[in-house]
């Protein structure tokens, strides 16, 4: 999350509203979030890593419904 972020803030009040647990990492004030980031290759923000077993998602963008997707799908 970048805290300057309006698509960052949009997703967290989304996943909180769908009572969707997650973890938050500042990639701005937390250098070690940042440097995670980056070795991941991220560019943009919000970027969502969804694990679903050894199944890694990777959701760019505020898309709440893709990420319940995937939550969906995985819980058939």
Request: charged residues 25%.
């Amino acid at each position: 999350m970048n805290p300057n972020c309006p698509p960052c803030k949009e997703l967290k009040k989304a996943l909180i509203q769908e009572d969707i647990s997650f973890t938050e990492r500042d990639i701005v004030n937390d250098l070690s979030a940042a440097q995670e980031f980056r070795q991941l290759g991220g560019q943009y923000t919000p970027t969502t890593i969804v694990m679903v077993g050894d199944e890694r998602h990777e959701v760019i963008g505020a898309n709440i419904n893709k990420i319940k997707s995937i939550l969906e799908t995985s819980t058939l």
